[in-house]
């Protein structure tokens, strides 16, 4: 059955967004006392619940720590985190494109809804797509397989007519716990390893490379897959 539904993920697929997360990080750390670590060191926190992340930084299961910790970071990214961001090149033409074809698009991000929609909004995207999905504040939806199960059952959609894509082993993990067509995107924040050993079902380089269709009449599916 051909695919028509696309979920993406946002942080690392649609948009750099590195500067803010770990910024509001290490806001947050230097708040509750901690020596922050360095901005590169902290790249392994864009993708995963941020909860978790507070988890092993912290390397403490104490929920009023945590709680507080989410709240600082909240605090500035809320006000600056969330813009300091950049969309990678070639993602709205992409995403023109996509749409143009008959594809409906869905973003399903852990990244707060309040937030996501923001983003989107700040960087001309949410003309593109058809419906926004983020977790909530209360820490709900954070974790892809359960945030992918509710688009499914709030759209109505078919889990073998839809893809994800993503630069996470999230991402994938979300997808083929909901029987979906599964991408991975290698300029983001994933590791080739990390990535490789979900399996997933295509590979895209470049946001060009996403279920493009080369010259020569190679099929998508052919062109994208590992």
């Not at 995107?185 to 269709?213: H, K, S, W």
Request: net charge negative; proline share 6%.
């Amino acid at each position: 059955m051909q695919r028509t539904n696309i979920l993406f993920d946002l942080d690392g697929t649609l948009t750099d967004p590195k500067p803010g997360i770990t910024r509001c990080i290490q806001y947050a750390l230097a708040e509750l006392g901690h020596e922050p670590p360095e901005n590169d060191s902290l790249q392994w926190c864009i993708g995963p619940p941020l909860v978790d992340s507070f988890k092993r930084l912290l390397n403490s299961t104490d929920r009023q720590l945590l709680e507080r910790a989410v709240q600082l970071y909240r605090q500035r990214f809320s006000l600056v985190g969330l813009f300091e961001n950049r969309v990678y090149p070639g993602i709205p033409e992409k995403l023109a494109s996509l749409q143009a074809q008959g594809y409906s698009l869905f973003l399903a991000t852990s990244k707060p809804f309040i937030f996501a929609e923001q983003i989107l909004a700040h960087f001309n995207l949410s003309q593109f797509f058809k419906m926004i999905y983020g977790s909530e504040l209360n820490g709900n939806l954070t974790h892809k397989p359960l945030l992918v199960r509710h688009i499914l059952a709030s759209e109505d959609l078919a889990p073998e007519q839809t893809m994800i894509i993503g630069d996470r082993k999230y991402d994938i993990i979300g997808g083929k716990c909901n029987g979906l067509t599964t991408g991975a995107v290698t300029y983001g924040y994933g590791t080739m390893e990390e990535l490789t050993a979900e399996n997933p079902d295509m590979i895209f380089n470049t946001p060009e490379q996403i279920l493009c269709r080369p010259s020569g009449g190679t099929s998508a599916d052919t062109a994208a897959n590992r």
